[in-house]
């Protein structure tokens, strides 16, 4: 893997992964999550979400399940969405090659 700036990355894509930066915690209707990695290499972001249509990916982890494993999901951040920790400054987004 390596890494990409934010500078990198379409508004338009931007807009749409929202605040989610590896080690952001994130709350919704559907639980908490910890924000283990941003796959935006669109190849990489297809074959983790099995969708041919996908241009990124994050890869979670429900922190309110002492169980909860990583997995992938591709949902745009909503209004429902909100932010309870964000990324630290140096945060990264870590594509496949």
Not at 5 to 12: D, T
Not at 30 to 50: I, K
């Amino acid at each position: 893997m390596h890494s990409i700036a934010l500078r990198q990355i379409r508004p338009s894509v931007q807009d749409e992964i929202g605040p989610r930066r590896p080690g952001a915690i994130y709350q919704n209707t559907d639980g908490r999550f910890e924000v283990l990695a941003l796959v935006t290499n669109p190849a990489d972001a297809a074959q983790l979400l099995r969708r041919t249509a996908a241009r990124w990916a994050v890869i979670i982890r429900d922190t309110l399940r002492p169980d909860g494993q990583p997995f992938a999901i591709g949902s745009v951040w909503t209004d429902s969405d909100y932010l309870i920790r964000p990324a630290p400054a140096t945060s990264v987004y870590a594509p496949a090659a």
